[in-house]
């Protein structure tokens, strides 16, 4: 938009400090061009000159306005390709299930394959064999779990998968379900489910699906309050899309993404992986075009708790094993130094308190405090870690969501009581001095700004809020501090804070004019009115 604007009467958001528990509003916000030119009292000078000047004046009527939001960590193209998959979520048996499967394949004869998403696996209860799919339709069947760790798969897609299945048999172990006789049963799950049948499946995916998919991926982050997003599992079929859709057409939101360096035995092969991730962050340089850059690489260094896959220090209730992480600590040491060297940030999920432990040990030996290099997830850190975190200038990469009382208080009754006291430790961290900055971590996880906000406030679920349970209320983040966390942290942890995520004079006019009551326990309901993003409204709610 050409021109100055003037937003009157609002209650703007203008607090950058994450450790400020109460919230400081002002009155008037300006925007020149695609800049924010002024914040504050509506009686300055500046307002008034512009006003005089012909500037377009909007009255707020006492609305809020906050930064646009940052989604610290995503999966963009998987869950814009998501967004067109049969959801499964209403389905409670598998008779609900194999009925919807049924009914979509026969609506869809066009389809080269049935792709579904939101799978209950308690709907089948754990249950997953080809051959409870193989009669509802002959072609390749791909049901993704709810929590996206893994595909129940029909005997054709397991087929159309039988090459890479046996390839990667070694590698991926128990990840990939048998039978009796030791042929695949069906299920694939976690490092087989992301290193295999993800890539496989974007792959499978003509260029025109990609580039419909990122474009409803960000249409629908645009609505739900997002101008940028820190993308957490890079790869060739999703960059080369982004490029192509740039080329065509402008990218509203501003994306930095972290290249995907799966683990290997073979540690050629991780080095290829990480050449690939160096050659590309000098070509996509954050100082070249911070708006869509290769700003890291991402690593995953344990699973999650729900799979009992994440790297304690003791065994779940019922085992007796222990859980490794997934990188051999030299190792780690090794990849997480030459990319820090290379100047990159690391990434790297950690979710039990040994995963945590290990991975902030790969990075206080890497030596460059100044690389606001981060930690995904930090479910279940030691008293001590949280300590190093923010000792270090580590970036705590946190969700909401994923502590949603729905999903966590499970976790209780399997890790031990000593670690289950210290989970999702939000505040915690931001009291030892890190950065702090919310994720959504979709399609694994509802990519909604507004009840992730609320789960990191009030430390209840989202998802059916009459349940009692709080989830340690005292780690709970403040209004004010979450919304940093979305926004000013957010653009920290991803070194953009001198250009966007607070409402400060000079910044990107990157904003949103909120319906809602300044209060954690109102968050449900709260709408974003409008998304403003470079000075331009690019949603107004209609509802
Ligand atoms: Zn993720």
């Given at each position: ?72 960590h ?73 929590d996206?760790h ?40 976690e ?108 690593l995953f260094n344990d699973g999650a708790i729900g799979g009992c896959t994440a790297a304690l220090s003791h065994p779940y209730m019922g085992y007796?094993n222990l859980v490794d992480p997934i990188w051999?600590?030299?190792?780690l ?14 990434a790297i999920h950690a979710i039990g308190d040994v995963a945590i432990s290990q991975t902030i040990d790969a990075i ?10 981060r930690v995904e997830h930090l479910q279940l850190a030691s008293a001590e870690d949280v300590k190093r975190v923010g000792?270090?200038?580590i970036t705590a990469s946190i969700q909401g969501v994923h502590m949603d009382p729905v999903v966590s208080t499970a976790y209780s009754r399997i890790v031990k009581p000593h670690l289950w006291e210290q989970a999702f430790a939000f505040r915690d961290f931001l009291d030892h001095?890190a950065?702090v900055?919310l994720g959504?971590d979709?399609?694994t996880a ?9 789960n990191v406030?009030?430390r ?9 349970d709080v989830v340690h209320e005292h780690y709970a ?67």
């Amino acid at each position: 938009m050409a021109g100055t604007t003037v937003f009157r009467n609002g209650r703007i958001f203008s607090a950058e400090d994450a450790l400020a528990t109460t919230a400081d509003f002002l009155e008037c916000l300006v925007v020149k061009d695609d800049k924010i030119a002024y914040v504050g009292s509506e009686n300055d000078e500046k307002v008034k000159s512009a006003e005089a000047s012909g500037a377009e004046v909007i009255d707020l009527s006492g609305q809020v306005v906050v930064p646009a939001f940052i989604d610290s960590h995503m999966h963009l193209l998987q869950f814009g390709l998501g967004l067109a998959k049969l959801n499964l979520s209403e389905c409670k048996s598998f008779e609900d299930i194999k009925a919807a499967v049924s009914n979509y394949a026969k609506a869809h004869p066009e389809m080269s394959r049935i792709l579904c998403r939101q799978w209950h696996q308690s709907a089948t209860n754990g249950k997953a064999l080809a051959s409870m799919l193989d009669d509802i339709d002959p072609r390749p069947i791909y049901i993704e779990a709810r929590d996206c760790h893994s595909t129940w798969c029909n005997s054709a897609a397991l087929e159309e998968l039988r090459e890479r299945l046996e390839a990667t048999a070694d590698l991926y172990g128990e990840d990939i379900h048998r039978d009796d006789a030791g042929r695949p049963s069906g299920l694939v799950a976690e490092g087989a489910h992301l290193g295999m049948v993800w890539p496989f499946l974007t792959g499978a995916c003509s260029m025109s699906e990609r580039l419909t998919a990122l474009n409803n991926a960000i249409d629908v982050y645009i609505e739900s309050g997002y101008a940028g997003i820190v993308e957490m599992a890079m790869e060739n079929n999703a960059w080369d899309a982004l490029q192509l859709l740039r080329s065509q057409q402008d990218i509203p939101i501003h994306i930095a993404a972290h290249w995907a360096v799966p683990y290997s035995k073979d540690e050629q092969q991780i080095e290829e992986h990480l050449n690939e991730a160096i050659a590309k962050h000098r070509e996509f340089h954050p100082s070249k075009s911070p708006e869509l850059c290769i700003i890291g690489i991402k690593l995953f260094n344990d699973g999650a708790i729900g799979g009992c896959t994440a790297a304690l220090s003791h065994p779940y209730m019922g085992y007796t094993n222990l859980v490794d992480p997934i990188w051999p600590a030299d190792v780690l040491k090794r990849t997480v130094k030459k990319a820090v060297d290379a100047g990159l940030q690391v990434a790297i999920h950690a979710i039990g308190d040994v995963a945590i432990s290990q991975t902030i040990d790969a990075i206080a030996a890497a030596n460059h405090p100044q690389g606001r290099q981060r930690v995904e997830h930090l479910q279940l850190a030691s008293a001590e870690d949280v300590k190093r975190v923010g000792q270090l200038g580590i970036t705590a990469s946190i969700q909401g969501v994923h502590m949603d009382p729905v999903v966590s208080t499970a976790y209780s009754r399997i890790v031990k009581p000593h670690l289950w006291e210290q989970a999702f430790a939000f505040r915690d961290f931001l009291d030892h001095g890190a950065c702090v900055a919310l994720g959504s971590d979709t399609p694994t996880a509802r990519h909604l700004p507004l009840p992730n906000l609320y789960n990191v406030t009030t430390r209840r679920s989202a998802v059916r809020p009459e349940l009692p349970d709080v989830v340690h209320e005292h780690y709970a983040l403040t209004l004010s501090q979450a919304i940093a966390a979305q926004t000013s942290q957010a653009a920290y942890s991803r070194f953009a804070e001198s250009w966007t995520g607070s409402l400060t004079a000079g910044k990107l006019a990157n904003f949103l004019v909120m319906d809602m009551v300044w209060s954690a326990e109102k968050l449900l309901e709260a709408k974003v009115s409008q998304t403003w993003i470079k000075g331009q409204k690019r949603f107004q709610n209609t509802t």
